[in-house]
């Protein structure tokens, strides 16, 4: 079984490669390169096609912008699947834009320094990775620098994102609250998104219209970070992309330490990085939910919800035993019914839980990969496994899809099929 697996993983991935150098998420839905789901990519190539991980780093890292913001699409290529495309975002109207590559004007959780620890740990040829990463890691630094100078308004080692498109968990429950403060246009367009899947499991229409709302003050202002701050009836810290940065963060210490000469930038990461998790524990736990939240900046609350989001920060080394034993606790509690599997993209228990609906509910492959070794890291082996097994039993039923159904008697795989980011990191949860 896990030898076949394996293989249509690999089949998957191959189909998706594409000839400019980076991988596509699936066919038809996402047809240009997404910046997390390229990080998630390069790990599952690592195992069987070194060359084309690095391409798929490289691919993405060259459309970086001279202020080292990298974006969260990038087209290198023409498609009409998909919408909006670059016409719509218009990423030349920031003066600092790249000249060579058409993007959008946000960006994704910054998941490329902890990749490139990976693609190491995977890389048998240990000498050659870290000579690659050595001519890439400059660039994830100044992503980092970026994320620290623009999006950390209040200089407390927590960034924002100003879009919901940002987060990667794009149509959340968490977001509906948000939305209730906005009043926008309702736009004349045309979605490619339900052209290739059923509309029950994407966003809707008028959520749609909040998504265009926020790209087009930003256009409005060029896309420039501080009117961005001021403006965005959206801002958000985001536990998930956060925990993805201070992941990151502990990567770019180990990769630069190993690589030897760069103590300037070595000290500057670990005072970010004490800065970060010590903000992220005062601000972004909730006692009475047992978990890490998103914080609005916005209208400067917390906002109570439990999300998968909410346990990520296992992944980064965030929460103290107490913290970590009280979170693994609520994560059984709302999610870990023996009826489910884990782990839900929302709390089970909440009236807003939709399993078919996208990021209201549905069950992730690589949420489930970062909570696997956060818990195997803390100690909680029962239910790393019990993820890891959940995950591997999801693809081998349903397929490689882009989410499935957390219910087992109701289960299913929806959204995009050969999905690519499930093909990679089911790749590395069979090896290890
Ligand atoms: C989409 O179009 O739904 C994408 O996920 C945005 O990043």
Known sequence: MKEKLIKQAVQVLSNNFQK????????GLYPFQWKWDSGFIAIGLSYFNISNAKK????????????????????????????????????????LSSKEYK?????????????????????????GMLQFIETQIDKVYRNHQ????????????????????????DNSPIWDDIWETMNPPEYDFERRDTTHVDASQRPSKREYDYYLHIIEIAKEHNYDDTKIAELSPFLVQDPLFNAMLIKSNSALI??????????EKISQLKKWQEKSIKAFNEKLYNENLGAYVHYDLRNGKQIEFVSSSSFSPLFSGIPDEKKAK?????????????????????????????????WRGPVWINLNWMLYYGLKDYGFIDVAQRVKEDSIELIKNDGFYEYFDSRKSNNGGYGGSDFSWSAALIIDLLHI
């Open 20 to 27: 400019e150098g980076f991988t596509i998420p699936c066919k």
């Open 56 to 95: 798929e780093i490289e691919t993405l890292l060259n459309a970086q912008w001279e202020n080292g913001f990298i974006p969260h699409i990038v087209f290198h290529n023409e498609s009409d699947t998909y919408f909006p495309g670059p016409d719509f975002h218009q990423s030349n109207l920031h003066f």
């Open 103 to 127: 993007s959008t004007g946000m960006t994704q959780p910054p998941v490329t320094g902890f990749v490139l620890q990976e693609m190491l740990r995977i890389a048998s040829d240990k000498e």
């Open 146 to 169: 970026y994320f620290y100078k623009n999006r950390d308004i209040y200089n407390e080692g927590l960034v924002y994102i100003y879009h919901n498109w940002e987060s990667g968990t």
């Open 254 to 263: 180990g990769l630069y330490t190993k690589l030897g000469e760069n103590e």
């Open 326 to 358: 009280e979170i693994v606790n609520t994560m059984l509690t709302k999610f870990g019914g023996e009826d489910k599997y884990l782990c839900a993209s929302f709390d089970p228990t909440s009236s807003r839980f939709n399993p078919k609906k996208y």
